[in-house]
């Protein structure tokens, strides 16, 4: 999940409202066990540590790598707490953060003030839609506060097609908002957009891709999500890495940032960078973003450690 919300329990809703629950999760387990012994057996794509050919040419530049504060939930509420974690970020060499979880206890200027200390900038920030205008234009004035230069909607699930319309219009309003302030707006996914079937085979991606105006929403993609999503849909069960650069190729709208986040083959379960099944040289060749962001919702040893082993992995990429 992201920000807070559960994705894996919206993805099995979404998958019993199919009738397909426990079919895909078969599936999804079976394409992973599968996968495994062809690429074994040297067949299909790489392990996302071997893929592609080493050029010596690094894919991502250090400028643009960041890290959604999720990650790192357990390490800001706890110990070592927000101002000592963040101090560790910046000494990793994270030059951003994605915001998330709020303040803790600042202001805008503050947490600003605080940012410019260490050297790290928040350019992005997870927010969901306001319900008024006041809400909306207090929103908009901390993201200027903190300098971004993106705020992404980051969860929306419904198994109605009115719903996803009325939020894709609402999104359009607020972006427009946004845009007066310097700001980019933007949609993040999880796997139920993919998932969820609104009615002839219609799911929410294909009316948030329809209505969401181009020139003012951007795409947040979540490679760990879009590959589960076509994993668990079964579209992309044979491909999971070709159905998410379909995705990010076949929508009207700009795709602008990554959550870079890896997937165990054996359980489908997130995963440090570099130790799961995802391919992410073939698809950051394939399209590339203004911000990489490091994800890992379940770090696999500590907040801290998947901080420290996906900054690393995205400095080490080579296409």
Same mark, same amino acid.
């Given at each position: ?20 629950? *426990? ?6 387990? =079976?394409?992973? /066990? ?14 996302? !540590? ?30 070592? @707490?927000?101002?000592?974690?963040? +101090? ?12 998330? =979880? ?9 947490? %600003? ?7 790290? &900038? ?7 839609? &306001?319900?008024? %205008? ?42 427009? $908002? ?5 700001? %980019?707006?933007?949609? !993040? ?8 079937? =609104? ?27 879009? $590959? +589960? ?12 890495? @070709? ?10 709208? %700009?795709?602008?940032?990554?959550? /870079? ?28 973003? =203004? ?9 696999? $040893?500590?907040?801290? +450690? ?11 990429? *080579?296409?």
């Amino acid at each position: 999940m992201c920000y807070g919300f559960d994705g894996d329990a919206a993805l099995g809703r979404s998958l019993a409202e199919r009738g397909t629950n *426990r079919r895909a999760v078969l599936r999804g387990a =079976l394409s992973g /066990v599968v996968g495994a012994g062809l690429l074994a057996a040297g067949i299909g794509a790489a392990p996302a !540590h071997a893929a592609g050919r080493a050029t010596g040419r690094p894919h991502v530049p250090p400028g643009l790598i960041s890290i959604q504060l999720w990650t790192l939930r357990d390490a800001l509420w706890g110990s070592p @707490g927000f101002d000592a974690t963040l +101090r560790s970020i910046a000494d990793l060499g994270y030059p951003k953060v994605e915001q998330a =979880l709020g303040y803790f206890g600042r202001t805008a200027g503050e947490l %600003r003030a605080f940012y410019d200390d260490l050297g790290i &900038s928040a350019t992005s920030s997870h927010d969901g839609i &306001s319900a008024n %205008r006041q809400d909306l234009d207090t929103k908009v004035a901390n993201a200027a506060t903190l300098g971004q230069s993106f705020m992404v909607v980051p969860y929306l699930n419904s198994s109605s097609a009115d719903d996803w319309s009325r939020w894709a219009e609402e999104m359009n309003q607020e972006a427009e $908002v946004a845009r007066s302030a310097g700001l %980019r707006y933007g949609y !993040h996914n999880h796997a139920h957009e993919f998932t969820i079937d =609104l009615g002839g085979g219609r799911t929410p991606w294909d009316v948030l891709t329809a209505e969401l105006d181009p020139s003012l929403v951007h795409l947040e993609i979540d490679l760990y999500w879009v $590959v +589960r999503g076509g994993i668990e849909s079964g579209d992309g069960a044979a491909d999971p890495e @070709g159905f998410a650069i379909d995705v990010i190729r076949r929508a009207p709208q %700009r795709v602008l940032q990554y959550h /870079v986040k890896d997937r165990h083959a054996d359980s489908g379960d997130m995963a440090d960078l570099g130790t799961g099944m995802i391919d992410f040289p073939r698809i950051l060749r394939a399209h590339s973003v =203004l911000e990489y962001i490091v994800e890992n919702d379940t770090p696999d $040893v500590s907040p801290l +450690r998947s901080a420290e082993v996906g900054y690393r992995y995205l400095r080490d990429l *080579r296409t």
